[in-house]
């Protein structure tokens, strides 16, 4: 016993010796600074081997660790007084400061301050519990390590380690105390297999953490075998932080333009906030183009992305026979992420109408589109008022009409919705209370090409001018601007307990800065304007009540699985009036002779202005519509009891008209059927529309023209279809649209998916040009775990004037992809003009899945599109250079 005591009082006296020591180091912060500290020791034994060692513990120099050093094993824990060693068995855990190690076998030697871990063997031979090494977050996994305390050097076998999206493998590596890397035959990979498909082999490498890595003498290795693709040395940059460089080109050849260089040039990581890269091209027949692209995010404030793309393009085979077009494009998006009452956004889309015809890109989706719109605005409220305001500027633009709408600026002024009498808590009088009223004013400037609708062409239909600075002059002087009020006053009670009426009134005021005098030239014998600049205004007045109520009715079959029918109507009549605002007495229109025979016609004042006028002949309307719900509950059975299902017959089936009781003639208007409703479970979109004249039509001739086209004559009758024994009216326009989304995993918009894409890109870190190239081409990111998707549209449209031939068109359009194997996966985008005979935009993707390589290959086999092309390349963006290429499209040809 006294042995026993003796003993553990010399083990101690290192310990103590140590306390002394760092106990005078301002540098250390522990109360409690031992060399070593035991955390936990499950199912542990302590041992000395020999009695001799206790009594050479004592002349141990004293070390000068830090910190404390952490440890724990799942077995056992041995001291050896005579080495000075520790040595810990299974799962064992050791943490200083920034660095943790687990093994099965951990052996520190607390004189040297170094560190030894490696595996061990089960009772089969085989090597388990190898070590994990984590210095500052940095993970090695390695097959044996040895780290010293006070160097921060170590020397690791058969390493590997994740450095972002990178895996380095190596035989050994040295570790400095920059924890720079310094490795032999090593395999750079994003492949995070234990045998990588793929990866850079070098002789030797140097990882510098967070910057870049290089490489002695490399190969490419695929499947573990080298290809003869040989490098002198290399280097991979792996910054965690956004770094400026170089942007390389890609080549190739077109038969149009000829050899190119493209998308080469510079990024510039300007900030933490902002970035920017400049690219060009350049083509050996004399076409070039330039771009500029820029993402930028301040945190809970805003972000957004800028894109400016210029082309010339030199088409034909030689300068004396090609022609030369200028192009741009500019988008522009920037999102709020503030949550402060002001917001301002921006969505911009718009450049030349020739730019997607002269710069093909393989996003169908834009190629396809015939118009664009943007969108800028800053919205806010006015402090402790009811108003809130709007500034904005709209752009509209057809691409293949070539017509512009420029709206700049736009201003909205808007009154929140006020109930004046609501708390005089007046009985029977709730239509008081609920007595309410807004005003809205909205301003605004617009500047178009279309000159017909400006009222400068001989042709009161569209004609459009060039969009240019030349033209410029001649546009803004012919801008339209003006300004409206509105006043909305309405109310609402309930009539005869179940009908609900709701009176309304509105009042509208016109303001602009010019009005237009139509006059006749007897000389010239046709009408001339004159326009005067002056301020001028007009007002606008009409009034109506709606009447609505909604009844139910249910049906009880007595047999079979229905159980009950459920029919719910809606009718609704809504009276509406309005004065003519043509007389005399208002001094907006004016009755004008339009030729020497006397001839007259009614001109307004405002015609073509950004507003409009008010309207002219008196109106008393009467409008009145029907809408019906039906669906039923039907009993399945199953395996334990039945099971009442609620299964909707129409969703919606409508009738609706008008009838103006001021007319002088055909009172009643077309009559309105819609029918919508869903089969098969769900599955079945079914949308039904027609439209009835209820008035005759009288046939009076027909003539057949020399080239062998019928030309009828004919006139409509004031007089009911159904008075002469001809139903309801004469169908005139009818449409039937089925569709169908067969997705296993449920049916969901587009624009559903790409709202999902989208969080998932940023949530994931991706750039604004990488949301937007999702965004663009959603099938470009494919998820193998949905077996197999197919959309499929069918659309009917058929129409009829009079006696004349119908008109009909069908199409069909279908999508969808399915998966062939786990790994591979074909998708295609199709459709079929029925009265063509032709198949429209078709296009054909197929899928592989190479775990951390991918391969996709898109075909347009037919059309103006015409195209085909073959990527395969590592999935990581780290290397995403290292990609194989071929791509033959509709515009190399």
Known sequence: MRRLLFSLIIFLVPFFAYSQEVSNDSTNTSNNSELLQNEQVSDSTLSANDSSSVTDSTAVPVGDIKTTVNYKAKDSINFNLKTQDIIMFKTSHVDYGDIELDADRIKVNYATKILDAEGVQDSTGKTIGEPVFTDKGQVYQTEAITYNFDTRKAVIRGVVTQQGEAFMHSEWIKKNEKDELYGEDALYTTCNLEHPHFGIAASKIKLIPNDKILAGPFHLELNEIATPFLFPFGMFPMPNTKSSGILFPTYGEENRRGFFLRDGGYYWAINEYVDMALRGEIYSKGSFGASLASNYRKR????????????????????????????????????????GTGRFSASVQGGTSSYNNNNPTTNFSQQVRQTFNSNISYSNVIPKTPFNYAISARHNQNVRTNEIDILLPEFALN??????????NAKNLTFIEKLNYSYNFTATNQVTNNIGRLGDSERESDSITNFNFDNMPYLLERAQNGGKHRIPVSTSFNLLKFITAAPVFNYEEFWYLKELNHRYDPELNEVVIDTLRQFSRANAYNAGIGFNTRLYGMVYPKAGPVTAIRHVMTPSVNFSWRPDFSEEKYGIYKEVQTDSLGNTRLYSKYDGFVYG?????????????????IEMKVKKKTDTADVVEKVKIFDNLSLSSGYNL????????????????????????????????????????????DNGTKRYYQREVDQYAWEAGEGLGRLTRFNISLSTNLNPKGKKSDDEKKNELEDRARSAGASEDQVQQLLNNPDMYVDFEVPWNLRVRYNINWSRVGFEEPEIKQTTQFSGDVNFTENWKIGFTSGYDIEKKEFTQTSFTIFRNLHCWQINANWVPFGRFQSFSVDIGVKASILQDLKLNRRRSWFDN
Do not use: C
């Open 415 to 424: 009154m929140n919705r006020q109930y004046p009498f609501k708390n005089i």
């Open 613 to 629: 006028s008010p309207g002219s002949g008196k109106s008393a309307n009467i409008g009145f519509s029907l809408s019906n719900t």
């Open 300 to 339: 809970y404030s805003y972000s957004g992305s800028f894109n400016l793309r210029f082309n010339q393009q030199r088409l034909g085979e030689s300068e004396t026979d090609s022609t030369v077009s200028r192009d741009f494009w500019v988008t522009w998006s920037h999102r709020p992420e503030s949550k």
């Open 662 to 705: 001021l007319a002088d003639s055909f009172k009643l208007a077309d009559i309105t059927l819609n029918a919508r409703t869903n089969l098969f479970n769900g599955k079945l979109d079914v949308n039904f529309t027609s439209t009835l004249n209820p008035y005759l039509i009288k046939l009076d001739s027909i003539v057949t023209r």
